[in-house]
């Protein structure tokens, strides 16, 4: 990735993914958009852990 967007544009744009994917009927989740939101989730918890650590 060329430009890295700003910490806290990054959380915006997966908490956003996030919200969007639980506000969908749990029966019609796809395996695959089950698995997409857990990755985002990680993603988020792995930012706010790099930016406590100083590494952002």
Request: glycine share 4%.
């Amino acid at each position: 990735m060329d430009h890295q967007l700003p910490y806290k544009e990054q959380q915006d744009y997966i908490f956003n993914g996030i919200s969007r994917i639980a506000s969908i009927d749990p029966q019609e989740l796809t395996p695959e958009l089950r698995l997409i939101e857990n990755n985002m989730a990680i993603a988020f918890y792995l930012n706010v852990w790099m930016f406590n650590r100083g590494l952002k």
